[in-house]
């Protein structure tokens, strides 16, 4: 009989906040060609001349205003998930990171270990792009190739509008729409237009189609943008949040070429000029919170509210370790180990 286990992976963080930890951790990530795609001159320029000489203090600094005794939050609130996902089923449930630690080869080679033939695959991504899902799932195949070529990986797709998902964040965001507020801003982290041509694999329709979003095409299959609005559709009609009241935006832009649009940070700076003083943000794109959360959004991103004319700011947390997402987890767990559940794929891309 087989063997099945469970691979949980997430982007990942520094192994400390010191300037030589964080330079190491950006070029692990600036140095994927899934993340940052420049023709390799330019990328060998710009992270070797511009970005790793300057960037990791400031970055080091960010991550010392939200780190924690038990480090970094991403990392210490993924083995939480671990763990609570662990309690839930009998098969062995391992945690990597893309980038960093715990690595993607420890965690592959102790399943080879234990004999593992057939590997669940979670990226903890609710939506597809070529900079996080698709390269955590060809980091992963890539390594067990070489670690243990005769393991059949099954991949969780994205799951941007499964129920269980968006009955998790409508159970997050629920409580604070209780309260007072003008408006809700869902931010969702960013990637180059480009990406979304590129991505495209018919060249005919993403930025190219008038609302091309909107229009139905098997595009959105693999359409970062498409697929963030429908999960805003979802939250949305199931907490009945008038459309007057929310909105979506990007953040986390890298570089000048354009980004998906509108920019949450000039965004978050409209808003108060055009005299929204009590706003919600919720971070849909991220299950645990992190940097682009925490710092980003929570510190940055209040600040710049506040100071251009809001009176208040709640950043909503990410799912992290609640129990709606462990059972949504789990519920997926199951339906593999049981393998009767249809939306499941050994190959995704």
Known sequence: ?????????????????????VRRYLKEFLSDDRVFDAPQPIKSYILYCKVLPFRPKKTA???????????????????????????????????SMRYGNPSTRSALERLAQQGIQELFLVPLYPHYAMSSYETAVV???????????????????????????????CQRIAPYLKEHYDYLLFSFHGIPERHLR?????????????????????????????????????????????ATRHHMSFQSRFGKEPWLKPYTDLELVRLARE????LLVVTPAFVSDCLETLEEIGIQGKNDFLQAGGSSFELISCLNDHPAWIDFLAARVDAFEKQDEPGMAAEVM
């Open 1 to 21: 009989m087989s063997r099945k286990a469970v691979l949980i992976t997430n982007l990942g963080s520094p192994d400390s906040t010191s300037i030589p930890d």
């Open 139 to 169: 980091d992963v195949r890539k390594l067990a190739r070489e670690i243990a070529p005769q393991m059949r990986i099954t991949v969780q797709p994205p799951f941007f509008r499964e129920p269980g998902y968006i009955e998790a964040m």
């Open 275 to 278: 005299g929204v003083k009590r």
């Open 198 to 242: 590129k991505g495209d694999p018919s060249k005919s329709h993403c930025t190219i189609v008038p609302d091309c979003c909107h229009n139905c095409s098997p595009v959105q299959s693999v359409c970062y943008r498409a697929q963030c609005l429908r999960t805003v559709e979802e939250i949305v009609n199931r907490l009945d949040i008038p």
């Open 61 to 95: 600094e960010a991550y010392e205003s939200i780190w924690s005794k038990e480090g970094a939050p991403l990392i210490v609130t993924s083995r939480k998930v671990q763990r609570l996902l662990q309690e839930k089923t009998s098969l062995p449930v391992e945690l």
